[in-house]
Structures are given as structure tokens and as C-alpha cells.
């Protein structure tokens, strides 16, 4: 089978000091065409790799949905934008582990190989150069034929069983696929009758594997590790997906030669709680770079299936990238894994924590001993957050934890990435539902006013702003970030109690965040001013997103766009902002890549400001259906800076 390559293809007539340099001026056809260029071999050469494996275009491309020529970006594509500062490109040309693409269609290569013979030639020489299998490895898979070999430039260094030109293997398991076989009472595949102590030989110059799996089952696994093995000098590229719990396994006492492989690992069934020895043992055997869960669904009901995670994170002391998607961690815990004492190497870390227990004065351990007492309810303990209530999430936080967890990420050195978020769905006090039914009560009181003035009754009083800061909360968050010098991103979703104008104060001298994500209702009212004198101050903020924030359109906040000369990526969907504000990004003229929703690019698309803009690269929009079961996972082509 066919598949892609990392492989470059050189003209053998031009010296490698000189690849160029025009040495022999030739157009693209050497057999007589009548074609102007005068390109050499080797620039040709690099041209077709290039068309070869550039398939995977994320952007500019025909078929891409777009809304009043905004460009549609799925959740993961706005994240990779603001943690790259740049749109995802093409498939570069050693493939990620987290790439699942296919091989070049047969059509591209075809209208590529027409060309001319040489064109022709290279594109024999790429496709031959790579092999890429789903399902079980057979034999043939290997073959002169299967392998395609070209029997020119690429001949000399093909072996006898006609796979020495291949240096690159993608191996898709498919096992979740294939196992769906057995419903149909057709022969489940088998991963035993290939010998892969043979792989050496039949790939005597492979330089790069990349393996997808998805619930794997034993015998799937156990081939994974005799591929490892067999190419100890190689780190192979390995992505596992379990979706279901019931069909995945691990072997006991197996055993990584050589390099460990560059392993991505997605989670995302609830029954793990009930079976964890072979994904426990699956993580101690690998140690993954990229681990990321999810064990509910986030239905944004306010309900949250919640683990014991310290049974978890005692077998992630050596993974980097974490994501705990739609669940918190304790603070207790959370205090621990952040610490500075090399227990945990952490270095972005995304995960939700839940602040309830400690928001009041109330003495935590009071209530909880009430409740146990049967004096009191767990509402009491939660302070009526009926989130908390609704999925009997019990926890024994108290403030101290709150307290050490800032100490310790204010002297923390490993962490580049962190974002914190609120795991209890939509915030309750600012959504744009929430939003609707204070304007319906506004009116409402309102005609009350003026029926009692009518009567000669009390007026009612106006009901009081609510203020969102809780001191006791923002007081410990503020420091960390006059402290901590190696986060670069932070963000912060549904957590507007733990900042404070303070915070924005403190970021206006902070020189190490570059992206800065405060999302969900995490940026109200409130802080506009404070936060708007920190675009006006700080330089190193490249990427911000204040998106599904539903801020109003405010003048404090327009005059500070102006003036900002460092905010290259800006997220502002669903926000109701005026016209105004597209004003304010063409006065400045900084921005290169700009993300709002449909309805702000219904409403404003013919704006000067994008066809004036000297600056702006590309405008987009999010509402793309995003098919995947999680919204946000780490995986190595997301951590480009790292």
C-alpha cells in the first residue's frame, strides 16, 4: 500500500553544495517541450514533494465552509491558533503522531506524474519511499509490488523482499474498527500470523514509524510492542484512543526496548472507573508525553462525573501534557501535582477546579461536621451551588489548600501551559440566558416603579450590582503572576471569582505571558477598566481570547484596542460588540489573525476595516461542526512552541 514519506528527493546530476543553484538550465519536460521554465532538477524535485504532501491543508482550500467570507474554525483549530500565534499549516513533512491522514490519493500522483518523465520518476521515487498498512501486517504488505519500488534511482538501495527504499511506516490498528466484525460474524483480525522480528529486514533504512490505534485489544498490543522493539534506535509516533473500556487491554510485564515511543493517549470512556489495570499498566509501561480524558459527556448540565484522580496521577509522574476535560481535581491534590519538588514534570496542564466550599467566611470543617451530625445539608457545604448539589460532588478543600495551590504556581519553573476552568457547564451568573432574564427582571421592576409612583406607594429598590471578586480567592491569585517566570500561556474559563482588577494590575508588568485566554464569563463587566489599561501597557500578550464572554459594547475598551501594538491573534466570537470596536482594530492595524462568530460576521463583514486592514492575514469564524468526542486535546503538532 501506498502511503507518505519524509522522504527528499535530490537530482543525481547536480552536486549537493549546489542543490539551488540552476547548474543546467532545463525546462520541465527534457524530452523537447516547449516550456519556458528553467528550473533545475532538484527545485523541480522539491516542488513535487511538496504537492505530494501537502494534502492536508488546513486552510485556503476549495470545499471549506466559510460565513460572509469569515473562514470557519473548529474548537481545536481556534486552540491551536492561539497557542501557535498561527493558523495549523500542512502536514509538515515528518508526520506528528497525532496525524491519521491517508496516503496521497492515487489522482494527485497521477496529474502530478503526467507532468513529464522525470516528474514522473520523482513521484515513483516518493511513493515508493513510504508503506502504509491498516489493519494487520502481512508479507505482501512489503512486497516489490505493494511498495511500489521504483526500479531507477531507488533500486539500488531496495532490498530482496523489495522494502530498502522505505523510511516510512504509518500503521493504523483499526481494531475498534475491525472488532465491529465480529457483530457481523465475520472473522475478527488477527495480529499473530505476521512475524515482526522480520520487520528489520524487510526495513533496512526506516527512519520514522507512526502507529494509530483505538481500543486495542491484547493481541493489537502486543504487536505495538513487538514493532517498538524491533526498531530500538527509533522513537516511534504512537496515538491511542480508547472509547470503550470493555475492548481495550494491556499486557502484564511487557517491556520497552530502546527508545521510548513519543506517545499520545485519549481517554474518553466513564467505565474506566470500574476496570483500570490495563490503562494503569498501559501508562507505566509507555510513560506518555500527552495524556488527555474525558469521562463525562459535557453536556453543559452542570453535572460532573468526578474520579479519584490521585489513583491516576501516581502513574503520570513523567508525562508533560495533561487534560482533564469536564472534571475537576481537588485542590488537596492539585496543590501537589504543581509543586516544585519534581515529583510531577508537568508543563501544560489543562483541568477544572471547583472553588464552592471555600467562597465564605463559613468554617468548612464546621459544616462538614454539621452534615456528618445530620444537622446540616451539603447545600450548606456548597453554599447553595446547585451544581455541586446536583452531582453530589463531595471534596474536602478548605482555603488553606487554595492558598498553598497559588504558592506552589507562583514558584513553579516547569509549567509553560496552564489553563484552569469551572467545570459546572455555563456560568450561572453570566450567560447569555442568564444575561436575558436580568433584562426581563430589569423591565419588569421597572414597570412596578412606575405603577407604585402612579399610586403613591414605596418604589422598589433597585436590586444591587453583584460584585463577582471574591477577595479572599483573588488575593492568593494575584501573586503568582509577579512571581512565576515560566508560564507563557494562561488561561481561565468560568472563573471570575478568583480574579480581581488586581490581577490585570499585576499582568501589566508580567513579561512572560504571551497568550492569554479568559473565557466563558471569566471577563466581566467589572474588570473592563483594569483590564483594558493592560492592553494599553502590556507588550508581550501576541495572542488573546476573550470569546463567549457577552460583553457589552464599552468605549474604555475600544480606546484601549487602539492604542494596543502587540496583539497579533484576537478571539472576540461571541461577544456584542458594535462596529465600534472594528474601528478601533483598523486604527491600530496590528492584528494578523482575527476570530468572531456568525453573528458578529453577519452584521459587520462589510466593514472598512477588512478590506482597509494592511495587516490582517486571515478572518475567521467559529460554529464548525466539530465531530470529535473531545473539543480540546493535546498532541504534539498543538505544542509547536515546545
Known amino acids: 500500500m501506498i502511503g507518505s514519506t519524509t522522504t527528499t528527493n535530490t537530482a543525481d546530476d547536480h552536486p549537493k553544495t549546489n542543490k539551488n543553484v540552476n547548474m543546467k538550465p532545463s525546462s520541465l519536460d527534457d524530452e523537447g517541450g516547449s516550456v519556458g521554465c528553467v528550473l533545475s532538477k532538484y527545485i523541480q524535485a522539491m516542488i513535487i514533494d511538496k504537492m505530494v504532501h501537502t494534502r492536508d491543508v488546513q486552510y485556503d482550500i476549495k470545499g471549506v465552509d466559510h460565513c460572509h467570507g469569515f473562514q470557519y474554525l473548529t474548537s481545536q483549530q481556534v486552540s491551536h491558533l492561539m497557542f501557535n500565534k498561527r493558523p495549523k499549516e500542512s502536514t509538515s513533512r515528518r508526520r506528528s503522531v497525532g496525524s491519521s491522514s491517508s496516503s496521497p490519493p492515487f489522482n494527485t500522483l497521477g496529474n502530478i506524474a503526467l507532468v513529464s518523465k522525470w516528474w514522473m520518476q520523482v513521484t515513483k521515487q516518493i511513493a515508493s519511499s513510504s508503506v502504509h498498512i491498516v489493519g494487520p501486517m502481512k508479507e505482501s504488505s512489503f512486497s ?26 504509518y500503521w493504523n490498528i483499526m481494531v475498534g474498527q475491525l472488532q465491529r466484525r465480529r457483530q457481523r460474524r465475520q472473522r475478527p483480525p488477527n495480529f499473530k500470523e505476521f512475524d515482526y522480528s522480520r520487520l528489520p529486514l524487510l526495513l533496512p533504512h526506516l527512519k520514522t514509524i507512526d502507529i494509530v490505534g483505538e481500543n486495542i485489544n491484547m493481541q493489537a498490543s502486543q504487536a505495538i510492542i513487538q514493532v517498538i522493539n524491533a526498531f530500538p534506535h527509533i522513537q516511534v509516533n504512537l496515538k491511542l484512543n480508547i472509547t470503550d473500556q470493555t475492548g481495550f487491554e494491556w499486557p502484564d510485564n511487557s517491556c520497552i526496548k530502546g527508545l521510548k515511543p513519543n506517545t499520545v493517549v485519549s481517554h474518553i470512556d466513564s467505565d474506566y472507573l470500574y476496570n483500570t489495570k490495563y490503562f494503569h499498566q498501559m501508562l507505566d ?17 452542570g453535572g460532573v462525573v468526578h474520579f479519584n484522580h490521585p489513583d491516576l496521577f501516581q502513574h503520570l509522574t513523567t508525562t508533560q501534557h495533561i487534560n482533564i476535560a469536564y472534571d475537576f481535581v481537588e485542590l488537596s491534590h492539585l496543590k501537589e501535582y504543581v509543586g516544585d519538588d519534581d515529583s510531577f514534570n508537568i508543563q501544560s496542564l489543562k483541568v477544572g477546579i471547583i472553588t464552592c466550599p471555600i467562597e465564605k467566611e463559613q468554617p468548612v470543617h464546621d459544616v462538614a461536621g454539621q452534615y456528618n451530625r445530620g444537622i446540616s445539608s451539603w447545600a450548606d457545604r456548597y453554599h447553595g451551588c446547585s451544581f455541586c448539589c446536583r452531582g453530589d460532588i463531595r471534596t474536602s478543600d478548605v482555603l488553606e489548600d487554595w492558598n498553598e495551590l497559588c504558592s506552589n504556581l507562583g514558584t513553579n519553573s516547569t509549567m509553560k501551559k496552564l489553563w484552569l476552568e469551572g467545570p459546572h457547564g455555563e456560568h450561572p451568573m453570566f450567560n447569555k440566558s442568564n444575561k436575558e432574564r436580568k433584562e426581563k427582571e430589569k423591565r419588569r421592576r421597572a414597570e412596578q416603579r412606575k405603577r ?94 476573550i470569546s463567549q464572554n457577552y460583553l457589552e459594547h464599552s ?28 474601528d478601533s482594530f483598523l486604527e491600530s492595524d496590528t492584528i494578523e489573525y482575527l476570530i468572531i462568530d456568525e453573528t458578529l460576521a453577519k452584521t459587520h463583514h462589510q466593514h472598512r476595516y477588512f478590506n482597509q486592514s494592511k495587516s490582517l492575514i486571515k478572518r475567521f469564524c467559529v460554529g464548525a461542526i466539530d465531530k470529535k468526542p473531545l473539543r480540546f486535546y493535546f498532541k504534539p503538532s498543538l505544542l509547536l512552541e515546545d
Do not use: M
Open 555 to 582: 468605549a474604555e475598551l475600544d480606546k484601549a484596542f487602539k492604542q494596543n501594538q502587540s496583539i497579533k491573534v484576537l478571539n472576540i466570537s461571541e461577544n456584542e460588540f458594535t462596529s465600534d470596536i472594528f
Open 452 to 545: 407604585g409612583s402612579k399610586s403613591g406607594g414605596e418604589p422598589e429598590e433597585e436590586e444591587e450590582e453583584v460584585i463577582v471578586s471574591l477577595e479572599r480567592l483573588s488575593s492568593r491569585f494575584v501573586p503568582i503572576w509577579e512571581t512565576n517566570k515560566s508560564i507563557k500561556l494562561l488561561g481561565l474559563s468560568k472563573l471570575p471569582k478568583i480574579i480581581s482588577p488586581q490581577f490585570f494590575n499585576s499582568l501589566c508588568h508580567n513579561q512572560h505571558i504571551t497568550t492569554l485566554i479568559l473565557t466563558d464569563g471569566t471577563l466581566v463587566k467589572e474588570y473592563i477598566p483594569s483590564f483594558s489599561q493592560l492592553l494599553i501597557t502590556n507588550h508581550t500578550i501576541k495572542a488573546l481570547d
Open 285 to 301: 509501561d509507555l510513560q506518555p508525553n500527552h495524556v488527555n480524558l474525558r469521562f463525562d459527556e459535557g453536556n453543559h448540565d
Open 144 to 169: 516489490a509490488k505493494d511498495s511500489s519500488s521504483s526500479s531507477s534511482s531507488s533500486s539500488s538501495s531496495s532490498s530482496s523482499s523489495g522494502g530498502g527504499s522505505v523510511e516510512y511506516l
